[in-house]
C-alpha cells in the first residue's frame, strides 16, 4: 500500500521560515538568501517525510505566505491597484498582495479562514473581464529540486473549484473557469515529466454542494485534467468532512485516486467503498492533521482492513486526514511536557512516522508497534487528572435560565447609559503592541532572571504607558494593553486546570503570524481570579471606562489541541463555567464593560450545514453561559475577526452580546449588508482599518468607511474600532492609525451633528 501525507508545514521547527520572513520585510535579508532558507527547510522536511519511510514527500505545500495566494499569482489573477508594483521585483509584488504597500499607499488583498481552521488564506479577488497573465510556477521547481535530491515528488495543488469557490466574486467568477483549465492544464502536463502522482485538493467537495454552473462542469473540467495527465496519475484530495451528497461528483472525476478524510468523514465510508469506481483507488486519511494525539492502531487498522477486503491491497493508500500544516512539527523538541501527556502526543514528524508504522503493522503483522500504541491508550484512561467530579457535576447542574440575561437588550441599553459615551464611541479590540521590551521583561522573568516583584514593576509600567497614549489620543473606552499577556488563549490555559503547554509546538496562523495552542488534556476548571489584578490597576489610572478583557469559550476551543475522549461541546460547557467566574468577579471589581473575544466562532463551525446548526447550538449555549450572569448595567462586547459572518447572523444576535465588533476594513464594509438584512439589534464596532497591514491609513480614508458604515448600522449603535488587536504592530504605525481613526470618529460626528 502506498503511502504519504498532504502536506508538511512550512515554518520549520524553530520558526525558521518566520524569522527570515520579519527580516527580509525589514530589508535584511535579500531576495535569494530568503529563497536559499527556504530551500533548506524544504529539503529538512522532505527527509523527515523519507526517513520515515513514506514513498512519496510533497511538494507544492511549502509557501512564503499562503498556497492560494502562490495560485493567484502563479495564475496571475493580479488585482489592478497593485499594477503600479509590476516594475518591482516579484517578491516585492507577491508580499505587497498580501500586506499590501504602504509607501504607495495600497490596500491588501482579503484575509479569511482557511474552512473551519484557524489558518489564514488571501482570498483571490476574481474580476471577469480582467484578462491573467500567468507567471512563474514555483512547484515546477520545487518538484525538480526535489526530483534533483532523490526524492520521489508528489506535487500537489489546490483544485481549480476549491480556489473560485473561495474566491472573492467580482462579477461571474466561475466564467473563468476556462481559463483557469487551460492554466492547470498546461501545469499537469509540465508535472508529469516529473513526477507520477500529483495531489489535487477540492476541499470544497466536503462543504456544501457546488453550485450548478460549477457542478455541471466537474466531470468536463477533470476530463481534461486527466487527458493533461497522461504520462503520471491524479489523486483527487478532499478533507476537513465527508463528500455529502458530492460523492457523485467525486466520483465522475475519474482521477486514478480519491482521497478521503475519515478522522471526519468515517460515517460515509462505507457508501464510498460501494461506489468507488473500478478504475479508482482510496487512499485512507487515517492520522489526523488538526491534532496533535496519537492515532488509535487498533481503529485505524480495521478500517484498513475494510477497504482492503472490499477493493483488494493494491488500490488502497494510507495517508494523513489532512495536511500535517495544522500540527506542530517535531515531538522530540518538546522536553517539559508531562510524560503522561508526551506519551499520546504525535506532532507532524511522529504522524508521517505513524502512517508507515500502519502499513507495517497491516502488511508485516508488527505485533510490538501495536501493543505499544494501545497502551498508550489504556494508560491514558487511568490518569487522576483527566477527570474531575466536581466540574463534571457542575456541568450537568447548568440549567436554561444561565444562558439569558436578566433583561432584553433595550432595557439593558438604557441601564448603560450611564457609561456616559459620546456618539460614535471610540475603542481598540484589547491588546496593543507587544514590544521588544516586554518580550524581553517576560522572557528573563520566565528565565528566573528578576523576581516576581521586578516583573510586575515592568508590565505595570508598560500598562501605564498604554494608557497615558490612550488619554493623549482620546479614546472613549480604554484597554489596558495587554502586555502580560502572551497569547490570547495561552494566558487563561495557563491558569485554567486541565491544560498543559507546549515549548515550541507552533502552527502558522497567517504569513509569518505563529500561535502556539495549549494543549487540553482533562476536565477545565478555573484554579483563581484571572484578570482582576492587571484590569483594576489599568482602571485606578484613568477616569475612561476600561474594558475587562477576556477571551472565551468557544476560542479557547478552537485555538486549542482538545482532548478526544470527550466531546468538544461538553469541554466547551466546562471553559464557559470557568470565564463565567471571571466574569462575575470584574463586575464585582467594579468593571462595567467586559469584552470576551470569539474571534473563533465562524472558524469553528462545520462545514454541512446540518452539522453547523448542531455546532452553532451549543458554541452560542457557551458564549451566553459564561456572559449572562452579570447585571443590566454591565455592558458585554464580543469580537469576531477574518471570518464570514453573513450566513451565521442569527446566530450571532442569539449571543446577544450589547456591542460585537467584526473585521470589515478589507472588505469595505460589504460584510454589514446582513447587518442590515437582518434588523441586527445590538450595537456593532466594524473595523474601521486592517491592522494586519503595515500601512497606516489616512483619516479621509476612515471616515469615508465610516460613512458606509453608518448606511447600515444608526448612528446610535456603531461604535469605531480597528479590524483586531494591535499586539503584532509597532508603536509608531499603531498610534498614527489610531489617532486618524478618533480624527475621523470626531469628523463624522461633527457632520452627524451638522445634518441634523
Known amino acids: 500500500m502506498l503511502t504519504h501525507i498532504l502536506g508538511f508545514p512550512s515554518i520549520g521547527k524553530n520558526r525558521e521560515l518566520k524569522q527570515a520572513l520579519e527580516s527580509f520585510w525589514k530589508g535584511e535579508l535579500s531576495d535569494e538568501t530568503l529563497i536559499s532558507k527556504s530551500d533548506d527547510l524544504k529539503k529538512r522536511h522532505w527527509d523527515i517525510q523519507k526517513n520515515a519511510g513514506l514513498d512519496y514527500v510533497v511538494t507544492g505545500d511549502f509557501s512564503l505566505y499562503d498556497r492560494m495566494h502562490d495560485l493567484t499569482f502563479a495564475i496571475g489573477a493580479i488585482p489592478l491597484r497593485f499594477a503600479p508594483l509590476a516594475d518591482g521585483g516579484i517578491l516585492e ?4 498582495m498580501a500586506r499590501g504597500d504602504a509607501k504607495r499607499n495600497v490596500a491588501a488583498m482579503e484575509m479569511t479562514k482557511w474552512f473551519d481552521t484557524n489558518y489564514h488564506y488571501i482570498a483571490p479577488e476574481i474580476d471577469g473581464a480582467a484578462q491573467w497573465t500567468p507567471s512563474k510556477r514555483p512547484i515546477v521547481d520545487d518538484t525538480r529540486f526535489a526530483r534533483s535530491l532523490g526524492f520521489n515528488p508528489k506535487p500537489a495543488l489546490i483544485g481549480p473549484f476549491t480556489y473560485l469557490a473561495l474566491a472573492k466574486d467580482g462579477g461571474d467568477k466561475y466564467s473563468k473557469l476556462d481559463s483557469l483549465a487551460e492554466f492547470y492544464v498546461d501545469l499537469i502536463k509540465e508535472l508529469s515529466n516529473i513526477s507520477d502522482l500529483i495531489q489535487i485538493e477540492e476541499p470544497i467537495l466536503c462543504a456544501e454542494l457546488l453550485p450548478n454552473e460549477a457542478a455541471e462542469r466537474f466531470g468536463e473540467i477533470y476530463a481534461a485534467l486527466n487527458a493533461a495527465a497522461d504520462k503520471t496519475k491524479l489523486a483527487l484530495t478532499t478533507y476537513f468532512g465527508s463528500l455529502g451528497r458530492n460523492l457523485d461528483l467525486a466520483a465522475q472525476s475519474n482521477c486514478a485516486l480519491l482521497h478521503i478524510d475519515l478522522f471526519r468523514g468515517e460515517a460515509q465510508f462505507d457508501e464510498i467503498l460501494a461506489s468507488l469506481p473500478n478504475e479508482t483507488s482510496l487512499s485512507l486519511g487515517l492520522v489526523n492533521g488538526r491534532n496533535i494525539w496519537k492515532t488509535d492502531y487498533a481503529k485505524a487498522l480495521k478500517l484498513i482492513e475494510k477497504a482492503v ?39 507532524a514528524a511522529q504522524k508521517c512516522a505513524e502512517i508507515a508504522e500502519l502499513r507495517d503493522i497491516f502488511e508485516r503483522g508488527d505485533k510490538a508497534a501495536l501493543a505499544a500504541n494501545q497502551a498508550v491508550f489504556e494508560n491514558a484512561a487511568k490518569e487522576a487528572d483527566i477527570y474531575n467530579v466536581s466540574v463534571r457535576e457542575r456541568a450537568a447542574k447548568v440549567t436554561p435560565d444561565m444562558l439569558e440575561r436578566k433583561s432584553p437588550y433595550a432595557k439593558r441599553r438604557e441601564a448603560q447609559k450611564t457609561l456616559n459615551l459620546p456618539l460614535l464611541p471610540t475603542t481598540t479590540i484589547g491588546s496593543f503592541p507587544q514590544t521588544a521590551a516586554i518580550r524581553k521583561v517576560r522572557l528573563t522573568y520566565k528565565k528566573g532572571e528578576i523576581s516576581e516583584a521586578e516583573y510586575v514593576a515592568a508590565i505595570k509600567r508598560e500598562t501605564k504607558d498604554c494608557v497615558d497614549k490612550q488619554e493623549r489620543l482620546g479614546l472613549d473606552v480604554f484597554a489596558h494593553g495587554e502586555s502580560e499577556r502572551n497569547d490570547m488563549v495561552e494566558y487563561f490555559g495557563q491558569q485554567l486546570g486541565g491544560f498543559c503547554f507546549t515549548q515550541n509546538g507552533w502552527v502558522q496562523s497567517y504569513g509569518s503570524r505563529c500561535v502556539k495552542p495549549p494543549v487540553i488534556y482533562g476536565d477545565v476548571y478555573r484554579k483563581a481570579p484571572m484578570t482582576i489584578n492587571w484590569i483594576t490597576y489599568a482602571q485606578s489610572l484613568t477616569k475612561k471606562p476600561m474594558k475587562g478583557m477576556l477571551t472565551g469559550p468557544i476560542t479557547i476551543l478552537c485555538w486549542s489541541f482538545v482532548r478526544e475522549d470527550l466531546g468538544r461541546s461538553e469541554v466547551c460547557k466546562q471553559i464557559a463555567l470557568a470565564i463565567r467566574d471571571e466574569v462575575l468577579d470584574l463586575e464585582k471589581a467594579g468593571v462595567k ?35 449572562s450572569g452579570v447585571k443590566n448595567e454591565t455592558q458585554i462586547h464580543t469580537h469576531m475577526c477574518y471570518s464570514e459572518f453573513n450566513s451565521i447572523l442569527e446566530w450571532i444576535a442569539k449571543m446577544d452580546a450589547d456591542v460585537v465588533s467584526i473585521e470589515s476594513s478589507r472588505s469595505k464594509m460589504s460584510l454589514l449588508d446582513a447587518f442590515e438584512k437582518r434588523e441586527y439589534q445590538n450595537e456593532v464596532g466594524p473595523g474601521v482599518y486592517d491592522i494586519h497591514s503595515p500601512r497606516v491609513p489616512s483619516t479621509g480614508e476612515i471616515a469615508e468607511l465610516i460613512r458606509k458604515a453608518l448606511r447600515y448600522i444608526p448612528k446610535d449603535r456603531l461604535w469605531i474600532n480597528p479590524d483586531c488587536g494591535l499586539k503584532t504592530r509597532g508603536w509608531d504605525e499603531a498610534y498614527q492609525s489610531l489617532e486618524n481613526m478618533v480624527a475621523a470618529a470626531k469628523q463624522t460626528r461633527e457632520e452627524l451633528s451638522a445634518n441634523r
Not at 93 to 96: E, I, Q, V, W
Not at 324 to 339: F, I, T, Y
Request: charged fraction near 25%.
Open 309 to 347: 477486503l472490499k477493493l483488494g491491497a493494491n488500490r488502497v493508500a494510507l495517508g494523513s486526514s489532512c495536511s500535517l500544516a495544522h500540527s506542530p512539527v517535531d515531538l522530540n523538541e518538546e522536553n517539559a511536557l508531562p510524560k503522561s501527556v508526551k506519551d499520546r502526543m504525535a506532532f
Open 593 to 627: 464593560i467586559i469584552q470576551i473575544d470569539e474571534a473563533a466562532l465562524r472558524e469553528g463551525m462545520p462545514l454541512k450545514a446540518i452539522d453547523a446548526q448542531i455546532y452553532l447550538k451549543w458554541a452560542t449555549d457557551s458564549f451566553r453561559l459564561a456572559s
Open 93 to 96: 509584488r507577491y508580499f505587497a
